[in-house]
């Protein structure tokens, strides 16, 4: 089992431009997650899917998308990226069991520079 | 919303030393999380513990639910120990999602 893949897993981009970083899982979870990280600090939640077909806004979710492609499948777009949304992104998947969510485990991040 | 606080925000150690990570929330929580980061980045989950405690090798985690902290114990630590510690905990009222502590920052020498 590969876990949680990410790519890619360095980008450089111009302000204004767009990407999509890409997250994939196979261990069959229902929820998946795209959180950041920035110098010195903690992980925030960007956005999350409970489960396929359904999103929902995280912490800070501002100036990014996101798509629940199918269970395995959860993308983060960026449509006009800027200098602050330079940090480093780490998807996450793990599964809800009756008392709240289990393990929950990291892909291995993107780190990404906007210029 | 709830809060998650972990002490001491920076510990350095001697290589062979004991250390003892702690967590603290301001409410009930459904489980609480242990991870470590690793100096390239890499976020591995340590312990998945409600309540009670369990031990992977040198570590092990405590929970006390009741009173609303998590103990983290590091026994002779080794360099490969070096990075930062967060602790996680899920509310359950705000939907499947995680809220994350700041992190110890441990820096184990040799």
């Known amino acids: 089992n590969a876990g949680v893949t990410q790519t890619p897993k360095f980008q450089v981009l111009k302000t204004g431009q767009s990407m999509t970083l890409q997250c994939a899982q196979d261990m069959n979870h229902n929820s998946m997650y795209w959180y950041r990280q920035d110098p010195g600090m903690g992980l925030r939640l960007i956005y999350y899917?409970?489960?396929?077909?359904?999103?929902d806004k995280g912490e800070v979710p501002n100036g990014y998308n996101v798509s629940r492609l199918n269970k395995r499948e959860f993308s983060l777009r960026l449509e006009s990226a800027a200098p602050s949304q330079t940090s480093v992104y780490f998807c996450?998947?793990?599964?809800?069991?009756?008392?709240?969510?289990?393990?929950?485990?990291f892909g291995p991040g993107t780190r990404l520079t906007v210029t | 919303g709830i809060q998650v606080e972990q002490s001491p925000p920076d510990l350095i150690l001697q290589e062979g030393a004991n250390s003892t990570l702690r967590c603290n929330f301001s409410?009930?929580?459904?489980?609480l999380q242990w991870f470590h980061q690793n100096p390239w980045g890499q976020l591995i989950n340590l312990f998945y513990?409600?309540?009670g405690t369990k031990q992977n090798g040198r570590l092990s985690a405590t929970t006390v639910a009741t009173e609303r902290y998590s103990l983290l114990y590091i026994s002779s630590s080794q360099t490969t120990d070096s990075g930062v510690y967060f602790c996680a905990v899920d509310p359950g009222e705000y939907g499947n999602k995680l809220v994350f502590g700041a992190g110890t920052i441990l820096r184990v020498k040799s």
């Open positions: 513990i409600p309540s």
């Open positions: 409410d009930s929580v459904n489980n």
């Open positions: 899917s409970a489960s396929e077909g359904t999103t």
């Open positions: 996450a998947s793990s599964e809800a069991g009756g008392q709240g969510l289990l393990k929950q485990y």
